[in-house]
């Protein structure tokens, strides 16, 4: 098991050292996306859920943005935190499960800056495809970690496929193995078919300074399935974001994006706000006529948090019974192979 674990930290460290996160500039700015993450709104009937986009900025003082999801839906920011020299972290109040394809980033100098969003990672073997939609809830505090991660798994094998939580295992930056604490019902996925919706796993016990790495399905079987996050998560194509034919024309210029982008018929960027204050209210989605108040994002992350804390001291309740359920499973496994 050590020599594994060693082995697969060092395929972690080979990928981490090539990975580049997204970035643009113009003639005086840069913008780097180092990633993102998302949470759910304090209302369990809310079809919202809110997006942290780690931002750094080079070159400007402030900016301002636009997001864009598959369906070519317009966000706006609702919620600023400023961090440190030119490093901040940008929320949205998007439609949950969205997948998003471009942001507009405006500075404060210099014209505006189109960055294509990241592809979707996925793994797969001769019988099935997981897809990795990454990190929809998370807390951390002195003495521990709790992340909520989402997938869905595809059967493309000749009979049923019966997978459980216990089938993943997460490593961190160490190559250290994290079994789930809690998930998804147990599903049998028929031939052609796949998971009814994207499922949930649930890790809890990590260091507070422990990075979330790499996701593994049968782990140490011939069938394994590793998904290295940061190596996995490389920019869409400018043929998935504008079009084949405007990617072959130049969807690099901006009179490309504005001619085949929805972004065009959508109002121009605000201007850009001064973000030192902790929170900054802006405008609802541009391409919804109506919706909730995005400025009570900052009263949703207080509800989070509690919510996060309620649920942590229910997990760790279950942990150790979870855990022992794990470890008799990997035996199994290990045995069997």
């Known amino acids: 098991m050590k020599a594994i674990i060693i082995a697969l930290l060092l395929a972690i460290a080979l990928g981490t050292a090539s990975a580049m996160p997204l970035e643009g500039s113009n003639a005086n700015s840069?913008?780097?996306?180092?990633?993102?993450?998302?949470?759910?709104v304090d209302d369990e009937n809310s079809t919202?859920?809110?997006l942290k986009v780690d931002v750094g900025i080079m070159g400007a003082e402030n900016a301002s943005y636009q997001l864009m999801d598959q369906n070519d839906t317009i966000y706006l920011p609702g919620l600023y935190r400023q961090l440190s020299s030119g490093k901040q972290t940008v929320y949205f109040l998007t439609e949950k499960d969205s997948l998003f394809k471009l942001i507009n980033v405006t500075p404060d100098v210099g014209g505006p800056i189109y960055i294509n969003w990241w592809k979707t990672p996925n793994g797969s073997n001769d019988n099935m495809i997981i897809r990795y939609y990454g990190i929809v809830d998370s807390s951390v505090n002195s003495d521990e970690q709790?992340?909520?991660?989402?997938?869905?798994i595809q059967n493309n094998g000749a009979e049923n496929l019966n997978v459980t939580p216990f089938n993943f295992t997460l490593f961190?930056?160490?190559?250290?193995?994290?079994?789930?604490?809690?998930?998804f019902d147990p599903e049998s996925v028929a031939p052609g078919s796949a998971t009814s919706d994207r499922v949930l796993l649930g890790f809890t016990g990590l260091s507070p300074i422990s990075r979330p790495a790499a996701l593994a399905y049968d782990y140490g079987t011939p069938g394994q399935i590793v998904i290295e996050f940061e190596k996995d998560?490389?920019?869409?194509?400018?043929?998935?974001?504008?079009?084949v034919a405007a990617a072959s024309s130049n969807a690099t210029t901006n009179a490309t994006i504005n001619a085949t982008s929805p972004a065009a018929a959508e109002p121009a960027l605000a201007a850009p706000v001064n973000q030192t204050e902790e929170a900054q209210t802006a405008a609802a989605p541009a391409s919804e006529s109506a919706g909730p108040d995005i400025g009570s994002i900052k009263d949703q992350l207080a509800a989070s948090k509690a919510r996060l804390e309620a649920t942590r001291m229910g997990l760790d309740k279950m942990t150790p019974e979870v855990n022992a359920t794990a470890v008799a499973q990997n035996n199994s496994t290990s045995s069997s192979a």
């Open 172 to 183: 961190d930056q160490w190559g250290w193995p994290y079994k789930p604490t809690l998930g």
């Open 48 to 50: 919202q859920e809110i």
């Open 30 to 40: 840069t913008v780097v996306i180092f990633g993102s993450s998302r949470m759910p």
């Open 233 to 243: 998560n490389v920019p869409l194509s400018d043929e998935v974001v504008y079009g």
């Open 146 to 152: 709790m992340i909520v991660l989402q997938v869905r």
